[in-house]
């Protein structure tokens, strides 16, 4: 397996130390840097290129919600996990539409938190235990919106997108449905741009919410 490079970013130094202690045992996980703020992330994250930037919120001189946003105009594959003390269930999806990959509490385990970095190198997305797939639906299906009129969905397209949802990678999509790697990267890349999203959690809530997959 390919070294996985992580960032930590957090005003709060000692949960950035207890964060670097925790994942420690992992040979595979490598820190490439840290940051007390989003403006520190931002000069790091140019230089270090890291895969996968464990995100806080609540921070001085620029927030996780700006941060965000900066990071997507520049870069869409790095992979956001936003790690807060809050986990109203509006509070999370915000953060997921507005380009996170995943979701985890400040009082997650160790073992949840490098669950969570392998699992949007893998598959794109990861959402906690409190806001699992269910709950998720739940919440999409209550607020359902029509698919807009100007968005028609191949068969190919709607059949990558349910096993994007069920958490499939790339590889094991191509292998399920007779498609290339090279194909379903490409009919991935099509729905983000049909559907206006950032990245694959984007798609997810996207599908959900709008009846396509449940």
């Known amino acids: 397996m390919n070294t996985i490079k992580y960032l930590i970013c957090d005003d709060h130094k000692i949960f950035r130390q207890g964060l670097k202690l925790a994942l420690l045992d992992d040979s595979n996980l490598e820190l490439v840097g840290e ?16 895969d996968v930037i464990l995100l806080d919120i609540q921070m ?45 509490s400040k009082n997650a385990e160790p073992e949840e938190i490098k669950d969570a970095i392998y699992a949007v190198c893998t598959h794109g997305i990861y959402f906690n235990n409190r806001v699992s797939g269910s709950l998720l639906r739940n919440v999409a299906i209550k607020r359902s919106k029509p698919l807009p009129i ?18 499939y990678t790339t590889a094991e999509i191509g292998k399920e449905i007779f498609l290339s790697t090279r194909t379903v990267e490409g009919i991935r890349s099509a729905l983000i741009e049909k559907f206006g999203v950032r990245n694959t959690a984007g798609l997810v809530i996207y599908a959900i919410r709008h009846g396509i997959v449940y």
């Open 150 to 167: 100007n968005i028609q969905l191949t068969e190919r397209e709607i059949q990558v997108l349910e096993l994007i949802c069920k958490e």
């Open 60 to 104: 001085p001189e620029m927030d996780g919600a700006e941060t965000i946003k900066q990071l997507r105009a520049e870069d869409a594959e790095v992979k956001i996990i936003i790690i807060s003390m809050f986990e109203d269930e509006r509070f999370v999806m915000h953060f997921m539409e507005a380009g996170a990959n995943g979701f985890l």
């Open 35 to 50: 940051a007390s703020n989003g403006l520190e992330l931002l000069k790091q994250w140019k230089q270090c290129k890291p």
